[in-house]
């Protein structure tokens, strides 16, 4: 954590506020963060478009990906998106088309690419064996021995319960908080690597939702270091709250997709 403490001199964002697209191509909008949360909807190829634009204005010194499996760490040298693909794995991964996220890695060619996806295998590790024990040595450092406020798991458990259609046994909503926190850690654990190698600033790609400065990447970065400048930019397909938990975010066209909920409920 030394390595933080050289991010330290800035104050936090100003009042949050909705923004245009045009904003994301000036300097400005970013507040001298040395690190900058990109939200997204995974398969509304307009966030990605989004995300590329901040990250060429940026011109951060590492990309930290929610897409990528945790630990993998790319030089900044890379060929085309064929090869890139081949290189990350993409095309096996679950995530969508490539051809969405490229325009983000080719947007800032000479930043090192750092992996945060925590897999399947190590999601249900965590059920079994508890994200403390999964996460690693500095599972406290980052929160993960601590329960949440009572109000807070359930305001969670709420949101789990909605984000799988309200088809899952409430036994296991506890499991799905934890390794949600479980995800927010990992991302943050990168970004912590990533400025300690380079220096920063970082941009981080990933869903909105971790994007939270109440309870996502936000709130972890903020536990270990209180006074570094993060900005989250959240991007939601409808208006969100008016007291939505980001400094930044954008309100696009909803992506044409089915109702994943549909077949659930015809069950």
Known sequence: MKALALFLALASPATAAEIAPEALDAMATFRGAQVVILGEIHDNPIHHGHQA????????KALVFEMLPEGVVMPASHDGSDDLAKALGWNTSGWPEFSMYYPIFA???AARIYGAEVSRNTARRAFEQGVAAVFGADAAEYGLTERLPS???????????????????PTLLPGMV????????????????????TGGPVAVITGTGHARRDQGVPAVLARLAPNLPVLSIGQFEEAPEPDAPFDLWLVTDPEPREDPCATLSKG
Do not use: G, I, M, S
Request: hydrophobic share 50%; glycine share 0%.
């Open 53 to 60: 634009r901040a990250v060429a204005a940026l011109q951060p």
């Open 107 to 109: 947007a800032a060619p």
């Open 151 to 169: 109000d807070d798991q359930t305001a969670r458990e709420a949101e789990q319960a909605l984000a799988h259609c309200n088809a899952l046994p």
């Open 178 to 197: 934890d390794v949600q926190r479980l995800r927010d850690a990992a991302l943050a654990r990168a970004v912590v690597q990533a400025l300690a190698d």
